[in-house]
């Protein structure tokens, strides 16, 4: 699958299938609210600070998968299984949020 990293595009693993995920205005928005972060930048800080819960990842990788074109629900998430287990579903959090979150110029993957 190609993916776009230019426009923060991460392809990963769910169930054994291959999706692409990217969060967009419209699914940091989505975010913003489900979380109660009143802003990007306290979205930034929550994940950064290292408390993230389970249900913060199925929130996160939800609102990728949804603005990587796939419209998955939360509950369809929280039942998918993918390599590694919960350090499995961390990765992918972290490096769709690095895709959104650090500039084009400043991600070693181009």
């Given at each position: 699958?190609?993916?776009?990293?230019?426009?923060?595009?991460?392809?990963?693993?769910?169930?054994?299938?291959l999706?692409?995920?990217?969060?967009?205005?419209?699914?940091?928005?989505?975010?913003?609210?489900?979380l109660?972060?009143?802003?990007?930048?306290a979205?930034?800080?929550?994940?950064s600070?290292?408390?993230?819960?389970?249900?913060?990842?199925i929130?996160?990788?939800?609102?990728?998968?949804?603005?990587?074109?796939?419209?998955?629900?939360?509950?369809e998430?929280?039942?998918m299984?993918?390599?590694?287990?919960v350090?499995?579903y961390?990765?992918?959090?972290?490096?769709?949020?690095?895709a959104?979150?650090?500039?084009?110029?400043?991600?070693?993957?181009?």
């Amino acid at each position: 699958m190609m993916v776009n990293s230019i426009r923060g595009e991460i392809a990963a693993e769910l169930d054994g299938k291959l999706y692409r995920l990217c969060l967009t205005l419209g699914a940091l928005a989505s975010l913003e609210e489900k979380l109660e972060a009143n802003s990007l930048a306290a979205l930034g800080e929550r994940f950064s600070s290292g408390k993230v819960r389970s249900d913060d990842l199925i929130k996160v990788i939800t609102a990728g998968l949804f603005g990587g074109g796939n419209e998955l629900s939360e509950a369809e998430v929280s039942q998918m299984r993918v390599d590694g287990g919960v350090s499995g579903y961390v990765e992918i959090a972290a490096r769709l949020l690095e895709a959104a979150f650090t500039p084009v110029t400043e991600r070693e993957d181009d």
